[in-house]
């Protein structure tokens, strides 16, 4: 079986877009109890192909400061599995630069390897909010 799933996600990929995503909603906000901030996107997702329902995969994040440096890359530890209804997934990562203001945010969905890209990607840029806004 693992060498079919290979086998799904590379033919996916080649036509790329047998998972749509767009993204329901994203922060940067400083962290209560640590002297941290944290990036979170949440991400809805639908099947382009039924045959993908019920398939192990990963999300990745990747965190660019404002000139462009990736600062940090997240992903769903052992993954998740597909729903055929689509679903929601959520990432976060902590930041230990606090003089960080901005960031930019890509996100794409992929095979359990993180290697092949099954989803579109979306991006977002963020502000850090402050304490007053989140409260």
Known sequence: MFVMLGS?????????GSI???LVNSSFIPLSNADANQVKASIEYTLEKEIMQNQLINAVMEVYAPNGTLIRTTSIGSGFTLQSAGGEQVLRTTIQDESLQRVSIKVVFTDLSKKIPLSNTISDNLKLESV???D
């Open 8 to 16: 799904i996600t590379e033919s996916f990929a080649e036509k790329n």
């Open 20 to 22: 749509d995503i767009s």
């Open 132 to 134: 007053s806004t989140i």
